[in-house]
Each structure stands twice: as C-alpha cells, then as structure tokens.
C-alpha cells in the first residue's frame, strides 16, 4: 500500500464529511487534503484510543518529532510521506501542524472548560488551525480567506462538540463551558448519567445559535475572489449546519444517541454547493 492509498483508506474508514468535499478536488489537491486529514485522525486517535495517559504522550511527542523529520525531508511514517511532498506547494508550516498536537495533547491535561475563552483556545488548536491549512490546500489570493477558513474551523468543532455531548461524556470529557452549564441549570452529573431535560434543550439551543452565527461570521469573511477555490469549506459548511438543524429538529437528543446524516444525503449537499458556489 503507498502512503496516498493508507490516507485514503484512513480518510474513508473515519466515515467523516469531510471526505464529501474532498471528492471534488482536482488530484493534487485531493491527494494534499486526504494526507492533511489523515494526519489529524493519526493524532486524534492517539488519544482517543490510548487507555493510558502516559501512553498517549508518549506517542504524541513521537509525531512532534516525525512531523520535525518531515520538514527535513526524512519522513519515517505513511502519513508524513504522503503529506511532505504538497508543504512547498501549499506553504504548510510546521508551526500549524505542531499547533494541532497541541491541541491533541490538551485533551490529556483537562476534561473541563471553565468558560467560552478556555474553549475557543482548544477550539483553536483541534479545528481553527486545521481550517489555515486546508485554505492553503485549496488555494486562496486574498489573506483575509485565511481568517474565513479559521473561524469556520471553529464553527465546525462547536458542532461536533454539540453532536457529541453524550459520547464524549461517557469517555469522561465536558467541553459545553462550565460557567454555561451553570447558566442554564445543567449539571456534569446530568451529561455524565444522559438526563435529557427542558434546560438541557435550552443549553443545547444556546450552543446551536451560537455555532450558526459563527457560520455566518466565517462566511461573510470570504472575499468573492475565493469562493469558488473554496468549495470544499462550502460543502462541508452546507453538510455541518444541516446536521445542525436535524439536531435541533430530534430536540437536542445528543445524550443517548449520535445523529447524523446518510451519506447520501451528504453527497447531495456537497454537490447542490459545488454547482452553486
């Protein structure tokens, strides 16, 4: 297997959205993004499949070091050898990727978010950094498409946040802010034991509002001149908010179940936006 087919088969195993959009990429390009997202699920995994902590850091510090070797041009590892040849061609910096271990490692030091600041931060890390370096891929001609891709980086992990209530509770983690839970009447307890309420419906309608805006901050920052390189963050955009809206449409019943939406139907989307975009 070449280090492009162990990509791909990562990128269509994770059965992520993502991979909707990446179908209507010209080859290069696909090739870049699907060894981008690769990445981004060999480290997520890391700590998502770890069962000891200090397991996972260790493994962590390995990939800071492998993404090292694959800027001097020695990468040891699928991932990195499908990736080190596009870092020229779409000015990837190691500052970004090694941003996104970060991030990876901050699920290791904490399971709680005092406020919205502390969550914005890894928000930042896990997604908004990843959102920099697929506008690369993509391509852009205005700086101002990077701080699109960015907050829409964002928007994307506070869906998968509210998509994931419950199941990331049950491994432990919170990441609806403390001080929001607070707000509205909804203890740990409540996420932690699934005790679906009319209050959590209320926190759950919060975070939604919320991520929409964000949808509608990040795309009002995308210069006309980009929007067609752009598609892809479109489709996925398309695909994440009406899963929103199916979400809010079942009445914020993420604690006992994961809802999602066919892939067909995710393909339908991203091809109406292609065709309109």
């Known amino acids: 297997m070449s280090p492009d087919e162990y990509c791909q088969q990562k990128t269509v195993q994770s059965g992520s959205s993502f991979y909707y959009s990446f179908l209507f990429l010209e080859p290069a390009r696909r090739r870049a993004i699907t060894a981008l997202y690769a990445f981004c699920r060999e480290v997520d995994d890391t700590v998502d499949e770890a069962t000891d902590g200090s397991v996972a850091r260790i493994k962590l510090a390995w990939w800071r070091t492998e993404v090292s070797t694959m800027y001097k041009g020695t990468p040891t590892h699928p991932v990195t050898q499908a990736l080190q040849p596009h870092i020229a061609t ?3 910096e190691e500052q970004h990727l090694q941003a996104i271990i970060d991030g990876m490692e901050m699920d290791l ?3 709680r978010y005092l406020d919205y600041a502390g969550l914005t931060r890894y928000c930042w890390h896990v997604a908004g950094v990843v959102g920099i370096l697929s506008a ?3 391509g852009y001609t205005q700086p101002q498409t990077l701080a699109y891709a960015e907050k829409l980086g964002l928007a994307f992990q506070l869906t998968n946040i509210i998509r994931d209530v419950g199941e ?8 609806l802010p403390v001080n929001e ?7 740990a307890a ?4 699934s005790r679906h309420s009319e209050k959590f419906e209320a926190l759950m309608r919060f975070q939604t509002e919320r991520a929409q805006k964000m949808y509608d901050e990040a795309l009002a920052l995308l210069p006309k001149e980009d929007r067609r390189a752009q598609r892809p963050g479109l489709m996925m955009a398309a695909i994440y908010r ?4 199916e979400i809010a449409r079942d009445g914020y019943h993420v604690l006992s179940q994961r ?3 066919t892939p067909l139907r995710k393909l339908w989307l991203a091809w109406k936006t292609y065709v309109r975009s």
Do not use: C, E, M
């Open 259 to 261: 809802i999602s939406l």
């Open 136 to 138: 690369s891929i993509f």
């Open 168 to 175: 990331d509770a049950r491994k432990g983690r919170i990441y």
């Open 109 to 111: 030091d904490q399971s």
């Open 90 to 92: 779409y000015r990837l």
């Open 242 to 245: 009406t899963l929103l809206d």
């Open 181 to 187: 839970l607070q707000q509205f009447g909804v203890t």
């Open 190 to 193: 409540d996420l932690l034991n």
